[in-house]
């Protein structure tokens, strides 16, 4: 099922929003200039504008634990409770010496790649260490998700859909939040869930849990020649990976095929029943003709593989550009003109 891509865009610029929450923003206004993603005060205004939250609706927190490097906003429109995760503060910042240390702890937080039970956080399997923690970081405390759920269960209760969103790192941590909301023992299932360029947030039973609870409700944009989306890797993927880089050329056009593909995820369960990270989410890739295509196969992994080696060999910026979620980039600019 492809998902409303109005409300698509409109989390996108929420997402966006989100890159500018530090410890001291009260409104949208407060919100600070992040290159590359925020570049102006009228870009902001513009994302704000798109979002349309209701006048004093609007909340955001940054974790005054673990250097701050963790943070979500919250508003209200019409129809709807968005909550929004940052993603991980852009390398590009390292210029800004108030912000360097944070995001060297940031960046050194999406390496935690290891996976840690999921119950810690209130959901099944086991989960991105890194990101479990960020999620911790998040709940807890003055201003916290903790705090906020009586806001939002309130908003639910009016008749506003529950929307989770995030960009990056951010979508792996709505991920975990809206599973954590719907089995946690906090009786608040979103209504849909919408990630952008997410990486994995956990394993098979974690992935598995998260599509059985949220079935037709969770969306995983990826676009094109996104690395990040492939993070952590999978078993299957160095194997594709792998075969991509020695194989001859009529292995790859035969590709990896249905078996190969099924076979390493059963022996990736198998391994200690924990098994290596999977992805969640009905996909919706935006691929090189610029078409949405609904759902995943291996027939699309092995393209993708095929091609993002092709993409790393070539042009590394490239690929980095291919991530990016503001205007003039893959992801918006998609949604601006099919929206």
Same mark, same amino acid.
């Given at each position: 099922?492809?998902?409303?891509?109005?409300?698509?865009?409109?989390?996108?610029?929420?997402?966006?929003?989100?890159?500018?929450?530090?410890?001291?923003?009260?409104?949208?206004?407060?919100?600070?200039?992040?290159?590359?993603?925020?570049?102006?005060?009228?870009?902001?205004?513009?994302?704000?504008?798109?979002?349309?939250?209701?006048?004093?609706?609007?909340?955001?927190?940054?974790?005054s634990s673990r250097a701050g490097i963790d943070a979500f906003l919250y508003g209200e429109t019409d129809e709807s409770a968005i909550l929004a995760f940052r993603g991980t503060l852009p390398a590009?910042?390292?210029?800004?010496?108030?912000?360097?240390?944070?995001?060297?702890?940031?960046?050194?937080?999406?390496?935690?790649?290891?996976?840690?039970?999921?119950?810690?956080?209130?959901?099944?399997?086991?989960?991105?260490?890194?990101?479990?923690?960020?999620?911790?970081?998040?709940?807890?405390?003055?201003?916290?998700?903790?705090?906020?759920?009586?806001?939002?269960?309130?908003?639910?209760?009016?008749?506003?859909?529950?929307?989770?969103?995030?960009?990056?790192?951010? +979508? @792996?941590? !709505?991920? #975990?939040? =809206?599973?954590?909301? &719907?089995? %946690?023992?906090? $009786?608040?299932?979103?209504? *849909?869930?919408?990630?952008?360029?997410?990486?994995?947030?956990?394993?098979?039973?974690?992935?598995?849990?998260?599509?059985?609870?949220?079935?037709?409700?969770?969306?995983?944009?990826?676009?094109?020649?996104?690395?990040?989306?492939?993070?952590?890797?999978?078993?299957?993927?160095?194997?594709?990976?792998?075969?991509?880089?020695?194989?001859?050329?009529?292995?790859?056009?035969?590709?990896?095929?249905? +078996? @190969?593909? !099924?076979? #390493?995820? =059963?022996?990736?369960? &198998?391994? %200690?029943?924990? $098994?290596?990270?999977?992805? *969640?989410?009905?996909?919706?890739?935006?691929?090189?003709?610029?078409?949405?295509?609904?759902?995943?196969?291996?027939?699309?992994?092995?393209?993708?593989?095929?091609?993002?080696?092709?993409?790393?060999?070539?042009?590394?910026?490239?690929?980095?550009?291919?991530?990016?979620?503001?205007?003039?980039?893959?992801?918006?600019?998609?949604?601006?003109?099919?929206?």
């Amino acid at each position: 099922m492809i998902a409303d891509l109005l409300t698509a865009r409109r989390l996108l610029c929420a997402s966006n929003l989100a890159y500018g929450v530090t410890a001291d923003v009260r409104s949208p206004d407060d919100l600070a200039i992040t290159p590359p993603v925020l570049l102006s005060r009228e870009v902001i205004a513009r994302l704000a504008a798109a979002v349309d939250f209701e006048p004093g609706s609007f909340c955001a927190h940054q974790s005054s634990s673990r250097a701050g490097i963790d943070a979500f906003l919250y508003g209200e429109t019409d129809e709807s409770a968005i909550l929004a995760f940052r993603g991980t503060l852009p390398a590009r910042l390292v210029a800004d010496r108030d912000r360097l240390d944070r995001i060297f702890a940031d960046w050194l937080n999406n390496a935690r790649a290891h996976l840690v039970a999921g119950d810690r956080i209130g959901v099944p399997g086991y989960v991105h260490e890194g990101y479990a923690q960020s999620l911790d970081a998040l709940w807890w405390g003055a201003g916290g998700l903790g705090e906020l759920l009586p806001r939002i269960r309130l908003a639910v209760a009016q008749g506003r859909r529950l929307l989770l969103t995030g960009h990056s790192k951010g +979508g @792996a941590l !709505a991920q #975990l939040a =809206a599973l954590r909301l &719907a089995e %946690g023992g906090h $009786g608040r299932r979103p209504a *849909a869930v919408h990630t952008f360029a997410a990486p994995r947030a956990g394993n098979h039973t974690f992935a598995n849990a998260f599509e059985a609870v949220l079935a037709g409700s969770a969306w995983r944009f990826e676009f094109q020649d996104d690395l990040v989306p492939h993070l952590p890797p999978t078993e299957a993927l160095w194997f594709a990976v792998r075969s991509a880089l020695q194989g001859n050329e009529s292995s790859r056009a035969e590709g990896f095929g249905e +078996g @190969a593909w !099924a076979a #390493l995820k =059963a022996r990736s369960q &198998a391994v %200690g029943q924990i $098994g290596s990270y999977e992805s *969640a989410g009905q996909l919706q890739f935006i691929d090189w003709e610029d078409h949405l295509r609904d759902g995943d196969t291996p027939a699309l992994r092995d393209e993708r593989v095929l091609r993002l080696v092709r993409a790393l060999a070539l042009s590394l910026p490239e690929v980095s550009r291919a991530h990016l979620p503001m205007q003039g980039y893959g992801y918006m600019d998609f949604l601006e003109r099919k929206a």
